[in-house]
């Protein structure tokens, strides 16, 4: 499996329909959870951590500020790179849609970490010894491995 290829006019997307398939349904559960309740779902924490953990007041105020913009951008991420995965995009991917895959992928792995209970070195050692993810834990090496992909691709081979 090759996700990503370098040509002459820029990075294309190469992965085959089915693993297209996988990723574009993890991108629409994606842009659930951006549009549902945040406040209630504790993938939030993970995706706007606190700026300031020892200070309550400063870190709503930060949120107050910034959590918006953050949502908007995050879901455009998400909309962009479903539209890569489902066709309505294709060509050579620009800088911004390399940016926003990227972003995507690791609001995916995010996700997927809250899901699985990882939030270290050590829970995400344990999470292959569990069943609960079972699965679940695969995709998220998956995606891991589409994501350090996309990056070698993006970097030049001088």
Not at 100 to 119: H, K, Q, S, V
Request: proline share 4%; glycine share 6%.
């Amino acid at each position: 499996m090759i996700p990503f290829a370098r040509r002459q006019d820029g990075v294309h997307l190469a992965m085959s329909e089915g693993e297209r398939a996988v990723l574009a349904s993890l991108t629409e559960q994606l842009q659930q959870v951006l549009g549902g309740d945040l406040s209630s779902d504790p993938v939030a924490a993970r995706m706007f951590p606190d700026a300031y953990p020892s200070d309550t007041e400063a870190s709503d105020e930060f949120r107050r500020w910034t959590q918006a913009d953050l949502l908007t951008q995050k879901t455009a991420n998400a909309d962009l790179v479903h539209d890569w995965l489902t066709g309505a995009r294709d060509g050579a991917m620009t800088p911004q849609d390399e940016q926003a895959w990227l972003r995507c992928l690791t609001d995916l792995r995010l996700t997927i970490a809250e899901r699985l209970g990882i939030t270290d070195a050590a829970t995400e050692e344990a999470s292959y010894a569990g069943d609960a993810g079972l699965g679940l834990r695969d995709v998220y090496d998956w995606i891991g491995y589409v994501q350090e992909h996309l990056v070698t691709t993006l970097t030049p081979t001088d």
